[in-house]
């Protein structure tokens, strides 16, 4: 296990339009107010086209081969996720939907393109005292959490 005090710092509610790409969007926000970590929860509704990473193909293959699905159609969806650095200070939102209509739900991360359907709204959680980077793991194929070693704690 890795470990890390951090501290809450600014906090920001963000209203997402039709159609906006909502990885793309986020991230964006992050870079232009010098945002490096933060946390965030969100809710509106997912257009059809959307795509979610839906899991890996074969929980054993290394490297991970991802599945993914599309909306069909416009879903509900409440999500949350963290924003990290990827290791060129680069800022990398994880965030997972719950995305539902009718009486299905998918679940999944957001990363291949959620585009919003009319509203999402979202509240960011600024971290701050936090070393942490999103950096590549070779074995695993995608970008990992790594805490500093500083702070780190094995059990």
Known sequence: MQAEEVRQGRTFVLRLEHGDIVHQCIE???RDKGIR???L???GGA???SRLVVGPEDGLERPVNP???ILEAAHEVAGTGTLFPDEQGKPVLHMHMACGRSAQTRTGCIRSGVRVWQIMEVVLFELTKCQGVRAEDPEL???LLRLTTSNRSTR
């Open 37 to 39: 970590a933060g946390a």
């Open 41 to 43: 929860i969100v809710l």
């Open 28 to 30: 964006d926000f992050a």
């Open 141 to 143: 194929g995608f970008q």
């Open 47 to 49: 257009d059809e086209g």
């Open 67 to 69: 599945m993914q699905t």
